[in-house]
């Protein structure tokens, strides 16, 4: 692929292999997820769109059985080295995961645990946290009860305190792992707009079931199949000329 | 035949008189308990129960002072939490965090078989294993001690106290750790900051079911404090032999003539036990509730 992105490129996959076990899930990924932009991950099912966005924080060093082969450079630098820390490399390269999974704190707390693991001085915290929850669009509704519980909230809101949360860490990169998909519809374009909103200061990169989503937000998209990279390309050459027939079958309907 | 609507009645009733029979066992227990320990003081003054500094049952100007077998009772208690409540937490952790899902298969069945040991098997173990080595290690007169009684009352109490906070942790969602994960913390940040505070309430229960079940115990403490009805100091007191009010009861009520003084101040001591068990379940109750962020 060539680089011809306007703001350069974030990340760089080459040659990514990944197994559960005997389960060979991904195969052969190179991809150039440009800065700055947003590039949706797209495909049915169990094509390893999410096990891929999963790899790009090493999230998938959680589970057993699991192996990587293949580089990820983000910024130049190779995540699956040995010498990398996973710390430093998920506090550059930040998570919203499908369902909000705010932790039972408040809603201050939550905002809050990153920066202090990370060891912000006291005195900063409390502009981080404002900052943060103004960043996730959250602010005007919660300032006035930062220290009730985030459980309290609803779901559209817990999403987005998860997204203001892993803004106060600070991130160059932010993954979403299909973060609308337990959303109502205002929730969900309350989360698109501040996507939009977020890619003018961060690389963006959202695995999608809804391709009108993907059609609406993204700047690049990659369809995935049966663990395949199918076709990378800016957003509108896939949706409207798509080069590979499977690509053109997913978009148009005829599986998936 | 039975029309479907007496059936559903028939059930319905029968578990209704299961429930009030059981709750009429419990409440006549309390009853005969509370009678016979309120007579006691128709002769002997509360105020001498409560605040007389021996226990005297038998000689000829019988005292029956609560406080050394009360004081007895909370000293071994409050060292088998000392001792067991962060070890089985720690454990705890461990099997549901960190061990590898073989060895959690291992340990976690082995902890439990540890509960089904009868508390006659521990003393007994107690008394021939452990008195001799606190004895030399601490170089004391008789290693009958109130701390012997805790090691074994802790001992006794890890495994409700494993157990219970173990299915407490691993309830914890996996996509709050995953949450945490991302963020840059650590794995032990992760355990410390987020899935043991999210498992408090469950933790706390277990750590409440476990002094229940250490305050209770008596045929263990019986065989391994060296049954000294004297108030223990503290911490001094740890080293010197105590008696409890469970043990007390167990040794004492086989002796005495139904009816006398003597035999209505056990009563009087059950009932302060009862009452004991009864605040602690009140406590862990409220502890319950005071967690504000609950899943």
């Known amino acids: 692929m060539t680089d011809d992105f306007a703001n350069g490129t974030e990340i760089e996959v080459r040659g990514l292999n990944l197994w559960y076990g005997t389960n060979h899930a991904l195969h052969d990924i190179s991809i150039d997820i440009p800065k700055n932009s947003v590039t949706a991950f797209i495909g049915p099912s169990g094509c390893g769109k999410s096990t891929f966005l999963r790899c790009l924080n090493r999230m998938n060093d959680l589970i057993p059985n699991c192996r990587i082969e293949g580089n990820v450079n983000i910024n130049g630098e190779d995540i699956y080295s040995k010498g990398v820390d996973v710390v430093d490399l998920r506090k550059k390269v930040g998570m919203v995961f499908q369902k909000p999974n705010p932790f039972p704190m408040s809603i201050h707390d939550n905002v809050a645990y990153g920066p202090r693991i990370h060891g912000a001085p006291r005195k900063e915290i409390e502009g981080i946290v404002e900052y943060a929850l103004r960043s996730g669009a959250l602010w005007d509704e919660v300032s006035g009860r930062l220290n009730t519980s985030a459980l309290d909230l609803s779901g559209g809101q817990q999403q987005r305190l998860c997204i203001a949360r892993t803004l106060a860490v600070k991130p160059e990169v932010i993954l979403f792992d299909e973060p609308c998909s337990a959303l109502d519809p205002i929730s969900t374009s309350k989360i698109e707009d501040l996507i939009l909103e977020l890619k003018k200061q961060y690389t963006i990169v959202i695995v999608t079931h809804n391709m009108q989503q993907a059609a609406r937000i993204s700047d690049y998209t990659a369809f995935f199949l049966l663990g395949d990279l199918i076709e990378f390309g800016r957003t509108e050459q896939i949706f409207e000329s798509p080069q590979r027939k499977e690509t053109e079958d997913y978009i148009t309907g005829r599986f998936g | ?295």
């Open chain 2, 1 to 295: 035949m039975f029309k479907r609507n007496e059936m559903e009645k028939g059930v319905e009733s029968l578990l209704f008189i299961s429930a009030v029979a059981a709750v009429l066992a419990l409440f006549l227990l309390c009853l005969f308990l509370f009678r016979d320990g309120i007579l006691l003081f128709k002769d002997y003054p509360l105020t001498g129960f409560l605040t007389e500094k021996s226990w005297y049952p038998t000689s000829l100007d019988p005292r029956f002072g609560l406080q050394p077998l009360l004081f007895g009772s909370i000293l071994v208690t409050v060292g088998a939490i000392f001792f067991a409540v962060p070890l089985g937490i720690a454990a705890a952790i461990y099997i549901s965090e960190l061990a590898s899902p073989r060895v959690a298969g291992i340990l976690k069945p082995l902890t439990e078989i540890l509960a089904g040991i009868p508390s006659v098997v521990f003393g007994f173990f107690g008394l021939v294993v452990l008195v001799p080595v606190i004895q030399e290690a601490l170089d004391l007169s008789t290693g009958q001690t109130a701390l012997t009684g805790s090691v074994m009352l802790g001992v006794m109490a890890l495994p409700t106290i494993i157990s219970i906070s173990e299915d407490a942790i691993s309830s914890v969602p996996r996509s709050i750790k995953e949450g945490s994960l991302a963020l840059g913390s650590t794995r032990w940040q992760t355990i410390h900051k987020v899935t043991v505070p999210a498992a408090l309430s469950g933790i706390s229960a277990a750590v409440m079911l476990g002094i229940g079940r250490a305050i209770g115990e008596t045929m263990t403490v019986m065989m391994v404090t060296g049954n000294t009805a004297i108030i223990p100091g503290f911490p001094s007191g740890l080293f010197e032999p105590v008696r409890t009010m469970t043990a007390t009861i167990a040794l004492e009520m086989g002796e005495v003539p139904q009816g006398s003084e003597h035999f209505h101040a056990l009563f009087a001591v059950g009932s302060v036990l009862f009452i004991t068990t009864f605040i602690i379940n009140i406590a862990a109750g409220h502890i319950k509730n005071r967690y504000r962020f609950r899943l």
